[in-house]
C-alpha cells in the first residue's frame, strides 16, 4: 500500500539549507509585491526585504555544511530562488522606481490614430535598459556560478547578484523617487555597475574572516531603511556610513584581494 510518505517523497527531502533558500525566495516574491503597490512606503519595505533575503540566503550554504541534505541539487534550488531575489525583483525596482510614463513611452512609432510618429524618451529608455541589463547579466551570473566550482573558491569571481543587489538598494533608498530624486544618471550607474557580475574581479564570500564585516554592512543599510520608514533623520547620516561600507566592499576589497593583501 502507498504511503503518505512515498507519495510526497520529495518533501521529505528537505533539508534546513532548502528551507532557508524556501524562505529567501519567499521574501524575493513578496518585495516584488510591494514593489508592485507602488507607493513610497511599499518601496521602502520592498528594500528592506531585500537585505534581509541577502542574509538568509547566505546561511543556505553554512546549514548544508552543518547538517548535511538529502539530495544533490540544492545549488540549483539556490540558483531559481536568486534568479527571484537578485534577478527579478531588483529588476523591476529599478523599472518602478526610474520609470516615468508621465514623460512618454520610452520608443513609440505610431500614435493614436495610427499614423508613423517616430518618438522618444532618453530617460525611459535607460530606465528600461538598466532594468534588463540588471535581470540579464544577474541570470547569466548565476548560470555560470551554479555550473562551475565556485562555490569551492575562496572568492566570488564577479561581481555576485547579491552583491549587485545590495548596490540597488543602497542608491535607491536616496536617490530615487522615493525623496523625488529623478537624475538619468542614477540608472546609467546601476546598469554600468551591473556589469561587474560578468568580470573575473575576485569579491570577498560572506566567509571566516569577511562574514561578520559583510553582515555588519548589511544590517547597517536595513538599520538605514528602517529610519527611512519612520521619516527619522538619522537615516541620511547613517547612509552614509552603509554606502562607505559597501563601496568598501565594491572597490577597495577587490583590490586589496588582487594585490593578495590577505594571504599575508
Known sequence: MTTLKQIFKPVTLISYADIATFTSAALGFLAIMYIIDGTVSSYIVALMLLPISAIIDGMDGALARKFGTKHDYGKYLDSISDSICFGLAPSILIYSLYYDINRGPAIDIIDNDLNF??????????????????????????????????????????????????????????????????HIFVPISIGLVSLLTITTIPYAKARAGFRNPILFGILVLIITIIFRFFENELWESIWYLAFALYMSYFALIPLMISNNYFAK
Do not use: C, H, W
Not at 147 to 175: A, E, H, T
Open 117 to 182: 510618429n517616430f518618438r522618444y524618451n532618453i530617460e525611459n529608455i535607460v530606465a528600461i535598459s538598466a532594468s534588463l541589463m540588471v535581470l540579464l547579466l544577474s541570470i547569466f551570473r548565476l548560470a555560470r556560478f551554479t555550473q562551475g566550482n565556485q562555490g569551492d573558491n575562496k572568492y566570488f569571481l564577479g561581481l555576485p547578484s547579491p552583491g549587485l543587489s545590495m548596490f540597488i538598494v543602497v542608491i535607491s533608498i536616496k536617490y530615487s523617487l522615493i525623496n523625488d530624486f529623478n
